[in-house]
């Protein structure tokens, strides 16, 4: 469904592929039975808490989580080339080389907040590269709503828990179609950079 509908000739249709897809993949679901909906819980605003778990620092782990952290500052320079090249931005100018300073700036202070609310530290995502693929929306504009519109639904727990229950192989499918995006970003990249 999403592949199909990200092939329309209609721009809203592809822009509405990847949830219509999922939307369908879970009526699909919920028809032959494989649909469990769940409680959305009584917790219906909730802020973060700083520190939840405390603050300590470990020496020992130190330079296991450095190691770790300039790999993903790697993947984040592969995944902002992809996007700059996917963009029609240029990749060889000041401007490219701000942009990918300023990409593992703000992966680093959302890890760093990550750290602060006792959540899972995160790095750039090639699929997104998939998403600007097929939607062919890839302002930054566009980034930061989502952003702020990310931000506001994570203070709602129910939301969270409706996302939840999307099924396994529903989500697997999308998953599916982005990283076939991603790959065909990449290969694209390996032929324009010889």
């Not at 039975?33 to 520190?51: E, I, K, Q, T, Y």
Request: hydrophobic content about 55%.
């Amino acid at each position: 469904m999403i592949v199909l509908l990200s092939c329309a000739g209609n721009r809203w249709l592809r822009l509405a592929s990847i949830v219509v897809g999922i939307a369908a993949g879970c009526l699909a679901a919920a028809l032959t039975g494989n649909f469990h909906p769940v409680s959305l819980g009584d917790d219906w605003f909730r802020l973060p808490a700083l520190f939840p778990f405390g603050f300590q620092f470990n020496s020992a782990i130190f330079l296991p989580i450095a190691l770790v952290s300039l790999v993903c500052i790697l993947e984040a320079v592969g995944d902002l080339t992809a996007n700059s090249l996917i963009s029609q931005q240029p990749i060889d100018n000041a401007a490219f080389r701000a942009r990918l300073k300023g990409g593992i700036l703000a992966d680093g202070v959302s890890c760093m907040i990550a750290a602060m609310l006792c959540a899972f530290p995160n790095t750039t995502f090639a699929q997104n590269n998939g998403v600007i693929q097929m939607t062919g929306v890839a302002s930054r504009y566009v980034g930061r709503y989502m952003g702020v519109i990310l931000i506001l639904l994570g203070l709602f727990p129910p939301f969270g828990e409706l996302l939840r229950q999307i099924p396994t192989p529903v989500l697997g499918g999308a998953t599916m179609v982005m990283f076939g995006c991603v790959v065909a970003a990449g290969i694209r990249i390996i032929t324009q950079t010889r």
